[in-house]
């Protein structure tokens, strides 16, 4: 048995990608036995959001984390705004990051990492966003990395393709209500109109 501590951060980082992916991507009771000999299909990246209208992650963080891990992403999207390279220009562009207002004392926090519109070419994979796409050296990366946190049971991280929800067009639309007119208190005389000669 392995234990995350003692892994290098490379091997972290791989153990943390699979136990992801494996999380994610889990084939259901039937489609999980392949004929016999049969080489297993590849496994679609779950950060990627091309074929969503938006995409989700959700990442759960430590409260002792927080700072680093807003650091890390401040760095990353400083990184794909400065980016020659168009499509992770474009993907810095459609993130934003959402955290509580006021998290909960002593209690993980959620962070909403949102892509809307989504990336149409490139993965919101964070180990791609660090060590693939050049946007950071090689120690640079795994600085950032060891500040995130991956471990744990379940992964604290989700990735959600999401779908835009649009009103039906035959859908009733409420009339607005209007308050009825103010009675005026008894003995009060009636407003008069306008005066005619």
Do not use: C, H
Request: proline letters at 14%; glycine letters at 6%; zero cysteines.
């Amino acid at each position: 048995m392995f234990l995350v501590g003692s892994l290098s951060a490379a091997g972290r980082r791989t153990m943390f990608t699979l136990s992801l992916a494996a999380l994610l991507l889990a084939p259901s009771g039937a489609a999980a036995q392949d004929a016999a000999g049969a080489a297993p299909p590849a496994q679609a990246d779950a950060f990627n959001f091309s074929s969503s209208d938006a995409g989700l992650i959700v990442w759960t963080v430590p409260e002792a984390q927080m700072a680093d891990f807003e650091s890390v992403w401040s760095a990353i999207l400083g990184k794909l705004n400065a980016s020659a390279k168009p499509e992770l220009k474009e993907l810095g562009s459609t993130l934003s990051i959402l955290r509580p207002s006021t998290p909960a004392p002593g209690q993980p926090v959620q962070y909403f990492i949102v892509a809307n519109p989504t990336s149409k070419t490139t993965t919101y994979d964070p180990t791609f966003l660090l060590f693939k796409a050049e946007l950071f050296t090689r120690e640079e990366a795994e600085v950032l990395f060891k500040k995130l946190p991956t471990a744990g049971s379940p992964p604290p991280i989700s990735a959600l393709p999401m779908k835009k929800v649009q009103a039906s067009a035959g859908a009733a639309t409420p009339a607005p209500t209007t308050p009825p007119p103010a009675t005026p208190p008894a003995g009060t005389p009636p407003a008069s109109g306008p005066s005619t000669p």
